[in-house]
């Protein structure tokens, strides 16, 4: 991305792409089809139903049915290590898990379940190797399977009078080296709770009951306070945001709005706003957007025009090319908006609803902010429309692709931005808890190069010298992944099976080495 800083260039509708229904919260992007652009995959609700993988130019690549509406966000990661990347939804309307051939839509399998609107997380829960899914259900279950071939690893009753709608967020809350999920409750009494588990058996770690009322959307978390102890930021449908150390799950802090506080619905996003060294965290109650440092202090809020909501989150991501990262979010009054993180200044917006031309038009969607056409500026999707029940036939829905800045990212390309639901721009503070918490905080080294950092699919890495190399791939517990004996001086690395986080390259060449980090998006 352009490094230099840039004043808001205005935004331009690059296409859109019209549906029968709305497409509601969320997408994901990825290269599917290996021709060096994103695509993006999204799924609609009842009069339309449908699964969509769209190049990044908006023309159709398939379209897949899904029986009814989806409302959890897709995830698309190579779940079978087979080399191609597959497309995993949860079924909201069809209790069904789908795992579909991103490129082909050709569905590979299928698993009945309770129905969902949790969208699922990824990663190798029970160190076997290999990717499982986990996702939350209607019912008040949470379901684990094996990546492979959908195969049930284990159901967990959590509480039969909610549902589990908030994503999993998955991590290693109690630092055992095993991951391990965090979800809460939609509870239908008085039951409204924060729960972790294990993730190789969904045994109890711990629980809280500190939310006061429904919880829609999952955790973020990152080490705010650079202690070297994630933290966990929750928003209740009570106006509250809470703040929970994810070793035990004791309450940090709390904030509310001290007027015109009503619910908060939008899942949180994390990301050292201000370069201070320290995570803040962002939400949205009704139509305020506020900023929270580590201590629970509020830095600044902002009102959305005309009570607007944006109840699916907030993508982080530099726009301007400050260094500073920024906030873009839907309206649900049909604009998209970005604001500086560093105080809350308005950036840009676009008004979708004006050139839909409908007063019915609504923006409920997490935007995307990525390089779709590799043009060195960063686009936004988001999809829009609208939605009445039982009178389907008069829904409508659009989704867009908008330019929107010629920033320094890192790219949000998924809903909460990783295959972890982390909704976190973090580096390795949890192995150097001394270390600025600012992903840009990567030190570069003379002996090689490596490029894109954050990458999603492959790294390149150039060396110097024409001597034999080893490359050592290791991840965040600092076990060895792979080992690569190579001469020559550049050098791909296909990271697209590593789960999102911080990993490092050692290189020996000789008797000299060098060691740098990388972020797996």
Same mark, same amino acid.
């Given at each position: 991305?352009?490094?230099?800083?840039?004043?808001?260039?205005?935004?331009?509708?690059?296409?859109?792409?019209?549906?029968?229904?709305?497409?509601?919260?969320?997408?994901?992007?990825?290269?599917?089809?290996?021709?060096?652009?994103?695509?993006?995959?999204?799924?609609? %609700?009842? $009069?339309?139903?449908?699964?969509?993988?769209? &190049?990044?130019?908006?023309?159709?690549?398939?379209?897949?049915?899904? !029986?009814?509406?989806?409302?959890?966000?897709?995830?698309?990661?190579?779940?079978?290590?087979?080399?191609?990347?597959?497309?995993?939804?949860?079924? +909201?309307?069809?209790?069904?898990?789908?795992?579909?051939?991103?490129?082909?839509?050709?569905?590979? #399998?299928?698993?009945?379940?309770?129905?969902?609107?949790?969208?699922?997380?990824?990663?190798?829960?029970?160190?076997?190797?290999?990717? &499982?899914?986990?996702?939350?259900?209607?019912?008040?279950?949470?379901?684990?399977?094996?990546?492979?071939?959908?195969?049930?690893? #284990?159901?967990?009753?959590?509480?039969?009078?909610?549902?589990?709608?908030?994503?999993?967020?998955?991590?290693?809350?109690?630092?055992?080296?095993?991951?391990?999920?965090?979800?809460?409750?939609?509870?239908?009494?008085?039951?409204?709770?924060?729960?972790?588990?294990?993730?190789?058996?969904?045994?109890?770690?711990?629980?809280?009951?500190?939310?006061?009322?429904?919880?829609?959307?999952?955790?973020?978390?990152?080490?705010?306070?650079?202690?070297?102890?994630?933290?966990?930021?929750?928003?209740?449908?009570?106006?509250?945001?809470?703040?929970?150390?994810?070793?035990?799950?004791?309450?940090? #802090?709390?904030?509310?709005?001290?007027?015109?506080?009503? %619910?908060?619905?939008?899942?949180? +996003?994390?990301?050292?706003?201000? $370069?201070?060294?320290?995570?803040?965290?962002?939400?949205?109650?009704?139509?305020?957007?506020?900023?929270? *440092?580590? $201590?629970?202090?509020?830095?600044?809020?902002?009102?959305?025009?005309?009570?607007?909501?944006?109840?699916?989150?907030?993508?982080?991501?530099?726009?301007?090319?400050?260094?500073?990262?920024?906030?873009?979010?839907?309206? +649900?009054?049909?604009?998209?908006?970005?604001?500086?993180?560093? @105080?809350?200044?308005?950036?840009?917006?676009?008004?979708?609803?004006?050139?839909?031309?409908?007063?019915?038009?609504?923006?409920?969607?997490?935007?995307?902010?990525?390089?779709?056409?590799?043009?060195?500026?960063?686009?936004?999707?988001?999809?829009?429309?609208?939605? =009445? %029940?039982?009178?389907?036939?008069?829904?409508?829905?659009?989704?867009?692709?908008?330019?929107?800045? &010629?920033?320094?990212?890192?790219? #949000?390309?998924?809903?909460?931005?990783?295959?972890?639901?982390?909704?976190?721009?973090?580096?390795?503070?949890?192995?150097?808890?001394?270390?600025?918490?600012?992903?840009?905080?990567?030190?570069?080294? *003379?002996?090689?190069?490596? /490029?894109?950092?954050?990458? %999603?699919?492959?790294?390149?890495?150039?060396? @110097? !010298?024409?001597?034999?190399?080893?490359?050592?791939?290791?991840?965040?517990?600092?076990?060895?992944?792979?080992?690569?004996?190579? /001469? =020559?001086?550049?050098?791909?690395?296909?990271? +697209?099976?590593?789960?999102?986080?911080?990993?490092?390259?050692?290189?020996?060449?000789?008797?000299?080495?060098?060691?740098?980090?990388?972020?797996?998006?």
């Amino acid at each position: 991305m352009i490094s230099n800083i840039t004043f808001a260039q205005t935004p331009e509708i690059l296409w859109s792409f019209d549906m029968n229904d709305m497409a509601f919260g969320q997408a994901a992007a990825a290269d599917v089809n290996g021709n060096g652009f994103l695509d993006v995959c999204f799924s609609t %609700y009842r $009069n339309d139903g449908l699964l969509y993988m769209l &190049e990044g130019d908006g023309s159709i690549i398939w379209t897949y049915d899904i !029986g009814g509406c989806g409302d959890a966000a897709p995830v698309i990661y190579d779940v079978d290590m087979d080399g191609d990347l597959e497309v995993i939804l949860a079924g +909201s309307c069809n209790p069904t898990t789908f795992c579909i051939d991103a490129d082909s839509g050709f569905v590979q #399998w299928q698993t009945p379940m309770r129905g969902s609107d949790s969208p699922p997380v990824i990663g190798d829960v029970d160190n076997d190797g290999k990717p &499982e899914i986990i996702h939350g259900q209607f019912g008040g279950y949470v379901l684990c399977l094996n990546g492979e071939d959908g195969s049930v690893v #284990w159901e967990l009753e959590v509480d039969p009078d909610s549902w589990i709608q908030t994503e999993p967020a998955l991590l290693d809350a109690n630092g055992d080296g095993q991951l391990d999920f965090v979800i809460a409750t939609w509870s239908f009494g008085v039951n409204h709770k924060l729960f972790c588990y294990n993730g190789n058996d969904a045994s109890l770690i711990w629980q809280s009951d500190a939310p006061e009322d429904v919880i829609y959307h999952g955790v973020s978390f990152g080490d705010m306070d650079n202690d070297g102890i994630v933290e966990l930021v929750i928003g209740d449908y009570a106006g509250i945001l809470h703040c929970f150390n994810a070793t035990n799950g004791e309450l940090n #802090w709390e904030y509310q709005f001290p007027s015109n506080s009503y %619910y908060i619905g939008a899942p949180t +996003s994390m990301a050292d706003l201000n $370069n201070d060294g320290f995570l803040e965290v962002v939400f949205n109650d009704w139509f305020q957007i506020g900023a929270v *440092d580590h $201590n629970g202090e509020l830095l600044w809020s902002y009102n959305i025009p005309d009570y607007g909501q944006a109840f699916r989150g907030i993508a982080l991501a530099d726009i301007n090319g400050d260094a500073y990262p920024d906030l873009t979010f839907c309206s +649900s009054e049909g604009k998209i908006i970005s604001l500086r993180g560093e @105080n809350g200044a308005f950036i840009k917006n676009i008004d979708l609803k004006a050139d839909f031309g409908d007063d019915d038009f609504e923006l409920e969607f997490a935007p995307l902010i990525a390089d779709f056409n590799n043009d060195g500026i960063l686009d936004a999707f988001v999809a829009g429309g609208h939605a =009445e %029940y039982p009178d389907v036939e008069n829904n409508f829905g659009r989704v867009y692709m908008v330019t929107w800045g &010629e920033g320094n990212g890192p790219e #949000w390309k998924m809903f909460r931005r990783d295959y972890h639901r982390s909704a976190c721009i973090c580096n390795d503070s949890l192995l150097n808890p001394q270390e600025p918490v600012a992903i840009l905080n990567i030190r570069p080294t *003379d002996m090689y190069q490596l /490029y894109p950092n954050p990458a %999603y699919d492959q790294l390149h890495i150039e060396i @110097n !010298g024409n001597v034999q190399k080893t490359i050592i791939l290791v991840d965040v517990m600092g076990r060895t992944i792979k080992t690569y004996s190579i /001469y =020559e001086n550049n050098f791909d690395l296909d990271i +697209s099976m590593l789960p999102a986080g911080i990993y490092s390259i050692e290189i020996l060449q000789g008797n000299d080495s060098a060691t740098q980090l990388f972020v797996k998006e």
